[in-house]
Structure formats: C-alpha cells, structure tokens
C-alpha cells in the first residue's frame, strides 16, 4: 500500500526549532518530487516546500523561506521539513504530498498529516 | 506571483444538480492547474491535473476545463458524499499556490 506517514509535530514555543519527517512506502520514493503542505486551523491550504526527486532542487513559500529546510534521504525513504524561528503563524497541519513525477508539482497523494502548535 | 482566485466561496445545492466552480489565474499558466477535494474533517485528495486530466479512482461525474487564465470545475450530477471544500492550485511556476476554496453545502 501507498503510504506516507508524518510526524514530529508537537506544541512549541515561538523563537524555537522542530523537524518533521515524512516515511514514505508503497512506491519508489527516489523517484517522485515530495512537498509539504500545511492547513491553519480552519482556513484553507497553503503551499510551503517542495523537493525534486534527487533532492537537487527546493523550492519554499516566501512565509518561510530562510526559516524552513526541506530535506531527504532517499536510502531511508524519507522527507524532512527542518522548521527554525518558528512563529505563531506556522500552527498549522503539515502534511507530506507525493508528487507525479521526479520534478516538484502537485500532490498526487497526501499524508494524514501531523500537527505543529508555536506558543507561549 | 500568481494569485489565484475561486469562485463562489460557497454555495449550498441540492443532490443531483450540475455544479460549477470556477478558478482565475492572475497570469497565464497553460495547463498546469489541479483540482483537490477536502470532505470535512479529512484530508485533502488529488481530484484533476493537468486541468482536465481525471485522477485515477475519483468517478466520472466531475471534469475539469480550462487552459491560461481561466478554469472550472464542474460536478455534473451532485451527490451528498460531494459535500467539501474545493481548492485549485496552480503548478506553472514555483510558488505552487493554492486558490481560497470553495466550500459546497447540501
């Protein structure tokens, strides 16, 4: 079965770090481009990272752009998404898409997501 | 960047109507447009790509149109698992962004 399963996510305080990871299976991760999407509560989806499929090329939201670092490792078949100066505005559900190809596009397959609270 | 906008935000029908959203790039971007459905409580799932390419499993009664600026998605006979919020998303450049949504109602 297809799956991909994050997680990582956790209540933290504004100013500090958290990973995520997203373990991917059912499919050649090696070959798909991987993004992250997240959801505030109760408002719509927005577009955060994305990574080609050889990890070369990264794309990221101007919201988090010098803040968030996406990653992988594709022996472990995993995604990462290195979040730092985290702020009230990242809480949000993060979820791990799959992309169709080995370019970043769109998700052709989502995650359950996991859940990041920043405050005090 | 592209900003993309949806149409309505919301509209409430009834089981077996044709509806129709739409979705406007600020800027040509060909093709390259994707649908998604979000039922309540649920995560979010693939519905078109490419704006008119149905996603394998998602049933016949939706389609997509569309090419430049300007798209649609369109629900053909409503049914009440069709009760979501509807995004679009544009893929052409690197911003990758998403449209407000459009939330459809029973």
């Known amino acids: 079965e297809v799956q991909l399963l994050e997680s990582g996510g956790r209540l933290v305080q504004p100013g500090r770090s958290l990973r995520l990871s997203c373990a991917a299976s059912?499919?050649?991760?090696?070959?798909?481009?991987m993004t992250w999407v997240r959801q505030a509560p109760g408002k719509g989806l927005e577009w955060v990272s994305g990574l080609s499929a050889n990890g070369d090329t990264a794309f990221y939201a101007d919201s988090v752009k010098g803040r968030f670092t996406v990653s992988r490792d594709n022996s472990k078949n995993t995604l990462y998404l290195q979040m730092s100066s985290l702020r009230v505005a990242d809480t949000a559900i993060y979820y791990c898409t799959k992309g169709r190809g080995s370019i970043v596009s769109f998700s052709a397959l989502w995650g359950q997501g996991t859940l990041v609270t920043v405050s005090s | 960047d592209i900003q993309m906008t949806q149409s309505p935000s919301s509209l409430s029908t009834s089981v077996g109507d044709r509806v129709t959203i739409t979705c406007r790039a600020s800027q040509g971007i060909s093709n390259y447009l994707a649908w998604y459905q979000q039922k309540p409580g649920k995560v979010p799932q693939l519905l078109i790509y490419a704006a008119s390419t149905l996603q394998s499993g998602v049933p016949s009664r939706f389609s997509g149109s569309g090419s430049g600026t300007d798209f649609t998605l369109t629900i053909s006979s409503l049914q009440p698992e069709d009760v979501a919020t509807y995004y679009c998303q544009e893929y052409d450049d690197a911003r990758f962004t998403f449209g407000p949504g459009t939330k459809v109602d029973i």
């Open positions: 059912g499919f050649a991760f090696s070959d798909y481009g």
